[in-house]
């Protein structure tokens, strides 16, 4: 099968396009069929090992000390199932799935196995699988952000920075499903954009203050970092809530204890990469509430187009890549 690989850190050129065994199920896995993947802030973050300022340590024992831990990256697909493992009862070959293998990679490939009771759940039918391969990262994020973490509630304002990317996007669409307020923080050329996604209010970073004196939310959401809490804090009312899903490396430290000082509170951490979640997300996705904000779509022979697209840090949403199946090796199905 093809699949892309990479042995180094550093720009979209370290890439490489490589065939690999078509690997097989093991009795409680899937084979699956990839149809579509994307390049995520998280591809991107493990490629380049970019990491907020006194994280690099950190960087390199997550993704690898000398080199790249997993060398195949893609952290969401969609796709039809290929083979089943023998234990393997839920699905059957053919099914259409939406996958969200995460942290552990390897959707930038014409084929990847997922255990059966993984982060994986069954496609809409009408979902194209450009759209689904683009729900899990930013919108399984938003989700536990901000009603698993930050428990939102109906009414509430909300501040959301960061509103044109994947994360942001998603957080706009889901925080109006539940009935928040939204104001929404981007630059200039996607305030049509952003607001078509429902928001109430947006504010151009470029030409206006993001925390003015004179508004208060009851939640700030940071989703790209650039909202540090001695800023957001002035627009936080008694007893809201800042919800770090970005950030710099002493807010993640010591945000909670900054804000308690001052009757607020600071929800951080790392986001659940759970099927319910993902199910979660779809399902607002097949009832029309979310749809995953595509900025542009590659082929999988212009993978390293899609990265570096990704690096210019202005994409808007979702950077999609299409895979063609041309290998002898993909006609396992």
């Known amino acids: 099968m093809l699949a892309y690989s990479y042995k180094a850190y550093g720009a979209p050129e370290v890439l490489e396009r490589i065939d690999l065994p078509t690997p097989t199920p093991k009795p409680n896995e899937v084979l699956v069929r990839v149809h579509a ?8 973050r493990a490629r380049t090992l970019t990491m907020p300022k006194g994280r690099g340590l950190m960087g390199r024992l997550v993704f690898g ?65 450009e759209e689904a391969a683009a729900l899990p990262f930013g919108g399984t994020t938003a989700y536990d952000f901000l009603v698993n973490k930050a428990k939102l509630q109906p009414g509430e304002t909300v501040l959301i920075n960061g509103a044109s990317g994947s994360v942001g996007s998603a957080c706009v669409q889901i925080a109006k499903h539940f009935g928040a307020h939204v104001t929404a923080v981007c ?44 800023q957001a804090q002035h627009g936080i009312r008694p007893g809201g809530r800042m919800v770090l899903i970005a950030g710099k490396t002493s807010d993640m430290l010591f945000g909670a204890v900054k804000a308690a000082l001052k009757g607020k509170r600071l929800v951080g951490g790392v986001a ?16 029309g509430v979310f749809r995953p904000l595509i900025d542009r779509s590659y082929p999988l022979d212009d993978m390293p187009a899609a990265h570096a697209h990704v690096d210019t840090g202005r994409k808007r949403g979702n950077v999609v890549v299409s895979v063609a199946f041309k290998s002898t090796a993909s006609k396992v199905a």
């Open 37 to 44: 993947t994307t390049v995520s802030a998280g591809d991107w």
């Open 65 to 129: 000390i000398t080199g790249p831990r997993k060398q195949v990256l893609g952290t969401e697909f969609s796709g039809v199932i290929a083979a089943v493992g023998s234990a393997v009862t839920q699905y059957q070959p053919g099914d259409a799935v939406i996958g969200f293998p995460g942290a552990a990679f390897g959707a930038h490939a014409e084929f990847i196995t997922m255990p059966a009771d993984g982060k994986l759940v069954p496609k809409p039918d009408h979902i194209s699988f």
């Open 272 to 287: 659940s990469e759970s099927r319910d979640v993902l199910q979660a997300v779809v399902d607002l996705a097949a009832d």
């Open 187 to 230: 630059s200039a050329a996607n305030v049509d954009l952003v607001r078509s996604l429902g928001a109430d209010r947006v504010i151009d970073y470029t030409s206006q203050d993001v925390i003015a004196a004179a508004d208060l939310y009851d939640m700030v959401v940071d989703a790209v970092g650039t909202l540090p809490w001695v």
